[in-house]
């Protein structure tokens, strides 16, 4: 038997492309919420490292926090994509965030069910509009130019 995963995409964010979906359609054991966008630093700094984790542990604790409302386990993998190395003022850098939650096993929601997509659009906003943007230091672009 093969995995068929399927993806459905959001319009959340004017500068953000969003999207969620799982890998396996059939037992749908998890769910997967993508972000991404193309960021550019308003300044310099030695040390980008210290933000982007400041960026993933923010994401982490709303993920989190945001869980407990839904038909997802409190269990999620962040993994945000965002290169430290060649950062500069005036140069976007591509980020890109992927979350991993997993379904309750009593739960076997489709996958543009309102139960599934409205908590994951709710956290996807969370995310862009608490953590991200809110950051005073970056743009964010749609595109590298």
Same mark, same amino acid.
């Given at each position: =038997?093969?995995?068929?995963?399927? @993806?459905?995409? $959001?319009?959340?964010?004017?500068?953000? *492309?969003?999207?969620?979906?799982?890998?396996?359609?059939?037992? =749908?054991k998890?769910?997967?919420?993508?972000l /991404?966008?193309?960021?550019? +630093? &308003?300044?310099?700094?030695?040390?980008?490292?210290? $933000?982007?984790? #400041?960026?993933?542990?923010?994401?982490?604790? %709303?993920? !989190?926090?945001? &869980?407990?409302?839904? %038909?997802?386990?409190?269990?999620? %993998?962040?993994d945000?994509?965002?290169?430290? /190395?060649?950062?500069? =003022?005036?140069? *976007?850098?591509?980020? *890109?965030?992927?979350?991993?939650?997993?379904? @309750?096993?009593?739960?076997? +929601?489709?996958?543009?069910?309102?139960?599934?997509?409205? +908590?994951?659009? !709710?956290? $996807?906003? =969370?995310?862009?509009?608490?953590?991200?943007? +809110?950051? @005073?230091?970056?743009?964010? !672009?749609?595109? #590298?130019?």
């Open positions: =038997m093969t995995k068929q995963g399927r @993806e459905v995409k $959001t319009e959340i964010s004017d500068v953000f *492309r969003t999207s969620y979906g799982t890998v396996d359609v059939s037992t =749908m998890s769910v997967y919420l993508n /991404s966008s193309w960021i550019e +630093p &308003l300044y310099d700094n030695d040390n980008w490292e210290r $933000t982007i984790n #400041k960026f993933r542990y923010s994401i982490d604790n %709303i993920i !989190h926090r945001e &869980l407990k409302e839904t %038909i997802l386990k409190n269990k999620a %993998i962040v945000l994509d965002l290169r430290s /190395s060649g950062m500069r =003022m005036g140069k *976007r850098s591509f980020m *890109r965030c992927e979350v991993t939650m997993f379904i @309750e096993h009593k739960h076997k +929601p489709e996958i543009k069910s309102k139960k599934l997509s409205e +908590p994951l659009n !709710h956290m $996807t906003n =969370m995310i862009i509009n608490e953590t991200l943007i +809110p950051v @005073e230091g970056f743009k964010f !672009h749609r595109t #590298k130019k």
